[in-house]
């Protein structure tokens, strides 16, 4: 039986004040359509669909760019635009042509980020191609929402009223509409094709097919949500917030009980996925992006932000250290290495076992082997760099000529001086030693010691200038 599914995202969000569609603001990284069409990944569909309107050209292009356009057109995410909104009933009559097959089809929205893999399983089986399933929430204040009017003789689902529409006794039903169901596909087109906009706010309700299902005697089925947090929609920033911190706590939960220990799980922000390993150690205002690995007892110190990264065990990243590979993969930390404070590596950083940057050193597009060491103020950028070398406080690869990118290649046992500068292209041959404040524009042969800097001169009994009277 084939499954459509559709998310509306057509509505325009006024309460965000943004110039951003609404769908489109990020939690943990995400957009709230991109973390729908996630929970929704699983589930197979023969077609995806996203209802736009608002914004129609950037959430397209915005869904194209997450997932990439061939894994768009391969995975069935197909748009339909709804111009103008009209209400919900009119975005599904939009997105009737493009329904395929006489299944289910499911129905989500674009701004209710945390809706559950499971429950909407649990939705799509219960309808099983011929009931109408409602996805309801007991809510302590139900304001706004569509109230679930129940027969109180057996229970049974008979409507559902606008919050706008309802009389003041249907408005202390606390039984609210999530705004998602499960619909046989064909009786959905044919129940939205009768929809009116007779109404308090004059558009076609989606709900109101909820009516029209009872009186054609077919099975109504309410399903409450697991949580509150899943149903919830996001309509201005304190809720996009409030959702944030949500999820923050649920994966912060999550971590600690795989044995990850946080210093406070509310000073915690994963906006991607995390692996780690045994007796990892986090302390607090770190934020993780895309997708980062920590391996068996690292410890990160407060205040970093680590991006794209491998942490090999044991290594230790100490406050304010900023990590950020750009890719997956991007920036890797070896066993045992030593990072910061204040220490930052840049794309395509690969360092190896023990090595060790302290602050204020920059690491980008490089690669240091094992015992490495650059401790104080230094600039590494596309360089190879041997085990066991002392690049000094102050150094720097000249790596950029104004056009092009050059390498600088360093052998195992170098020191490198404090305060000298390496114009690349340039190699540093194994065992070499540069003087303090030179500046390398040759190679150096491997075990020579290398010094380009001005000779210092003496001029004994020199009188320094002084006031004219
Ligand atoms: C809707 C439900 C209400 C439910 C509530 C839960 C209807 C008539 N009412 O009300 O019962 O309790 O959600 O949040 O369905 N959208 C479009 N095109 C439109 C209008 C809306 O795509 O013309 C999209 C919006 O972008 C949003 C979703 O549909 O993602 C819900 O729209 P919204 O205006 O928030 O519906 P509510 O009035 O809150
Ligand atoms: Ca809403």
Redesign the pocket.
């Known amino acids: 039986m084939a499954l459509n599914i559709v998310i ?4 325009k ?1 006024t309460r965000m004040k943004s110039a951003t569609p ?2 489109l603001h990020k939690l943990a990284g995400r957009s709230l359509l991109a973390h729908v069409l996630k929970s929704c990944e699983p589930l197979h569909a023969a077609a995806r669909i996203v ?1 736009t ?1 608002h914004g129609a050209e950037l959430v397209e292009a915005a869904v194209a760019a997450d997932i990439g356009t061939a894994a768009q057109a391969a995975g069935g995410i197909g748009f339909v635009r ?1 111009m103008p ?7 599904i009559q939009q997105a009737v042509p493009a329904l395929v097959g006489e299944g289910t089809t499911l129905i989500l ?4 980020p945390l809706i559950e893999t499971a429950t909407a399983k649990a939705l799509i089986d219960a309808c099983a191609g011929h009931a109408l399933v409602l996805l309801t929430v007991d809510l302590f204040d139900p304001s ?3 109230r679930i009017l129940r027969d109180p003789d057996d229970d049974g689902v008979l409507a ?1 009223v ?2 706008k529409d309802a009389t003041p006794e249907q408005r202390l039903i606390h039984e ?4 998602m169901m499960a619909a046989p596909t064909a009786a959905l087109k044919r129940w939205v094709g009768q929809l009116s906009n007779n109404n308090a706010q004059g ?1 076609y ?3 109101d097919i909820v009516a029209m299902a009872v009186a054609e005697g077919l099975p109504v089925l309410g399903i409450k949500a697991s949580s509150e947090t899943e149903v919830l ?1 996001v ?1 201005d920033p304190v809720q996009l917030a409030q959702l944030e911190r949500a999820f923050q706590a649920a994966q912060a939960e999550d971590l600690m009980h795989a044995g990850m220990r946080l210093a406070d799980p509310a000073r915690f922000d994963l906006r991607g996925t995390l692996t780690h390993g045994q007796d990892v150690e986090i302390d607090v205002n770190c934020v993780f992006e895309g997708e980062v690995e920590l391996g068996d007892g690292v410890r990160i110190g407060a205040n970093c932000v680590i991006r794209n990264a491998k942490i090999a065990a044991g290594a230790r990243i100490h406050e304010f250290s900023h990590i950020d590979g750009e890719k997956p993969g991007g920036a890797s930390v070896g066993a045992g290495a030593l990072i910061g404070p204040f220490a930052r590596l840049r794309p395509g950083a690969q360092l190896g076992a023990d090595v060790h940057i302290g602050n204020f050193v920059e690491v980008k597009n490089s690669t240091l082997a094992k015992g490495a060491k650059a401790n104080h103020l230094a600039y590494l950028g596309d360089a190879t760099v041997g085990e066991r070398v002392n690049y000094g406080a102050g150094a720097i690869t000249a790596n950029y000529d104004g056009a092009n990118k050059h390498r600088t290649t360093i052998g195992d046992d170098v020191h490198v001086g404090s305060n000298c500068v390496l114009v690349a292209p340039v190699t540093l041959g194994k065992g070499a030693t540069i003087g303090g404040g030179s500046t390398i524009t040759k190679d150096v042969n491997p075990g020579d010691l290398a010094v380009a800097r001005g000779k210092q001169v003496a001029l004994t009994g020199w009188i320094r200038p002084a006031k004219k009277r």
């Not at 509306?8 to 509505?11: D, K, L, N, Q, T």
């Open positions: 509306m995202a057509a509505g969000g609404k769908v209802i309107g709804q909104q009209l209400g919900t009933g009119h975005a929205n674009g701004d209710v706004g929402y569509g559902i606008e919050h609210g509409y999530s705004g558009e309700y989606l709900t929609g309509n």
